[in-house]
């Protein structure tokens, strides 16, 4: 289909040209005298009337067959990332897509398509996508790059992104990521959850070319010695990885700790480094001794923004207050503004003897 679509692409193109090429010789030759003209009747239609239509009609099957080639190359890129994966998967997780329909990778977009898992120790579910160059829109794929040349947005490229939130009875809730350390600062700028609870670590295990940022040292220092270290290290893959059991947008009030979820960033590729730290991961997370000392610092980290939380909403009330005192204040005297001279008397009295009352009231407790 691809084939016949170009061909007849190609032939549109040709007659084109052909047209415009005989209205030029036309147009070279001379012309006669105005006098000598005869008039001029209706002529039958012929193909250089239809010379516009015939170049739309070109650029819209030109179109067509960008976006054919442009979606199967992705389809095809999927569905070749899969095979070489589907196997370790099977191994890991007793339930991949959806077994209903039999439906293993759903398309998510034009560009994207989806994994869910199920069925594994130390985890709850997963989502794994595949996000890949806009193929299919190459205008659009041409302005992304030249938006990334000049520093907006990052440079189209064949992705995969890996979220996995892992079992409640794990009782863990801590934050750490490795970051690229070109990146690394504008990303925790961005994130709530990095930016409040992680600072940077020391990382000797890793390239040097990536950036720890941890709540405790020896949390980090435990899962460097593993085997995470190992894996990203030999794969030229990895992007990024976030551990964290906050939310990364600032929340309206402090709720505390979530679900311990992660989420593991890296170019799309045939290697098996990254499928396998995803799914070795939630193991080695529930494997880490959380000593005394690091449970204290975790439990101080989040003792802190309590209190602030605490304060906020002291300071949040206490305005809500003055608020209604003042509403209630101004509505008394637009109430006193409508009463007669003699309603006015009467409710000045009881004001002076209400405050009376209460000035007594306060000698008595400091007697």
């Known amino acids: 289909m691809l084939q016949r679509l170009m061909g007849i692409t190609v032939a549109l193109t040709t007659m084109v040209v052909m047209t415009t090429a005989e209205e030029q010789q036309q147009s070279e030759k001379p012309k006669a005298s105005p006098l ?36 199967s190359a992705n389809a095809s890129k999927a569905k070749k990332w899969l095979d070489s994966q589907i196997e370790y998967l099977n191994q890991q997780f007793a339930m991949i897509g959806n077994k209903a329909d039999k439906t293993v990778l759903f398309k998510d977009g034009p560009n994207d398509y989806q994994l869910y898992v199920t069925g594994r120790r130390n985890v709850q579910f997963g989502h794994w996508w ?21 520093g907006y947005g990052e440079t189209p ?3 995969l992104t890996i979220d996995m939130t892992l079992d409640k009875d794990l009782n863990k809730a801590f934050v750490f990521a490795i970051l690229p350390k070109d990146k690394a600062q504008s990303i925790r700028d961005n994130r709530y959850d990095l930016k409040q609870f992680t600072r940077l670590a ?25 085997k995470v270290s190992e894996l990203i290290s030999q794969s030229p893959d990895f992007k990024s990885l976030i551990i964290t059991s906050q939310t990364d947008y600032e929340p309206e009030k402090y709720k505390g700790d979530q679900e311990l979820t992660f989420h593991l960033t890296a170019n799309l590729s045939d290697r098996r480094e990254m499928v396998e730290l995803a799914c070795l991961l939630p193991d080695i997370i529930n494997d880490l001794h959380l000593t005394t000392d690091i449970k204290n610092k ?37 109430k006193v503004k409508s ?26 407790k400091r007697a």
């Open 36 to 71: 000598a003209q005869k008039p001029q009747f209706t002529r039958p239609l012929t193909i250089q009337d239809f010379k516009a239509e015939a170049i739309l009609v070109s650029f819209f099957f030109l179109f067509i067959v960008l976006w054919y080639s442009g979606s």
């Open 157 to 159: 490229a064949d992705q």
């Open 130 to 150: 595949i996000n890949l160059k806009p193929r299919s829109d190459i205008l659009g794929w041409v302005v992304s790059l030249v938006a990334s040349l000049v």
């Open 298 to 334: 975790l439990k101080k980290n989040r003792e802190e923004l309590e209190k602030k939380a605490a304060k906020a909403l002291a300071e949040e009330r206490a305005e809500e207050l003055a608020r209604k005192k003042a509403e209630a204040k101004k509505a008394e005297a637009d």
């Open 202 to 226: 020391d990382s000797p295990q890793l390239p040097s070319n990536l950036t720890v940022y941890t709540e405790v040292q020896k949390l980090a220092d435990q899962i460097l010695s593993s």
């Open 339 to 364: 009463m007669t001279p003699a309603e006015q008397r009467k409710w000045e009295e009881k004001e002076r003897i209400r405050e009376l009352k209460k000035s007594q009231k306060k000698r008595t």
